[in-house]
């Protein structure tokens, strides 16, 4: 199994450029999740998807913020106009439908500097 | 709503030292309670789990054990490698209604030096 894939690795983008991220969750897996890293917040969980739909977004920061989930093996994070405030490690995780005491699997961020 | 709160790093150790990482977290409910480890310039990995009380996590080494009592999670190893250095973050995960996702700690950085 290939795992968790996210697209860039590393992105630099200037203020108010639209900037995109893409995850490729685990064949199988129902579950998406969405979560910022940074040095002062820690992790935090934007929004996640089941079976594609979005369940909760309560932690999209504002409307800037969008993500969609077109099929089972795809997803996609934007956020227009970027802002520096907006530099942080952005993961994607997948996990396993019907089983709460399953595991996330991560993939290996993004890595966003808005200058 | 659901927290967690693990001990404030960083914690530095000497190869062979023994180590603890407090974990405590308030749910409703009966949570499944993780242990993820980030090394530097990776994603999150899953450590250990356990997912009802007195159950004891398990692997390379590194224990923990679900004490409802004391609502705490705590990560123990007898013998750190510099290997072990990485960033750990307690977590849970609730089984309440529509709540599938993932509760972390803020994470404690480990550093251990040979």
């Known amino acids: 199994d290939a795992g968790v894939i996210q697209s860039p690795r590393h992105e630099v983008t200037e203020m108010g450029q639209e900037v995109t991220l893409r995850c490729k969750p685990i064949?199988?897996?129902?579950?998406l999740f969405w979560y910022r890293q940074t040095m002062m917040r820690g992790l935090e969980l934007l929004i996640y998807f089941n079976n594609n739909v979005p369940i909760d977004d309560s932690g999209m920061p504002e409307d800037r913020f969008s993500a969609k989930m077109p099929n089972a093996s795809f997803s996609t994070l934007k956020i227009q106009p970027s802002e520096p405030r907006d530099s942080a490690v952005y993961f994607c995780?997948?996990?396993?439908?019907?089983?709460?005491?399953?595991?996330?699997?991560f993939g290996n961020g993004t890595r966003l500097t808005v200058t | 709503g659901d927290s967690v709160t693990q001990m404030e790093g960083p914690v530095t150790l000497s190869e062979e030292a023994f180590l603890t990482i407090n974990c405590t977290y308030t749910a409703t409910g009966y949570p499944s309670l993780f242990w993820y480890v980030q090394y530097p310039g990776e994603g999150l990995q899953l450590l250990l789990k356990a997912t009802k009380a007195d159950d004891k996590g398990s692997n390379k080494g590194f224990e923990a054990t679900y004490r409802k009592e004391t609502t705490s999670f705590h990560l123990e190893k007898g013998s750190v490698q510099v290997s072990d250095s990485a960033v750990y973050f307690c977590a849970l995960r609730n089984s309440g209604g529509s709540n599938y996702k993932l509760t972390f700690g803020k994470g404690t950085l480990l550093t251990v030096n040979p």
């Open positions: 064949s199988g897996h129902d579950y």
């Open positions: 995780a997948s996990s396993n439908r019907d089983s709460y005491n399953s595991p996330l699997h």
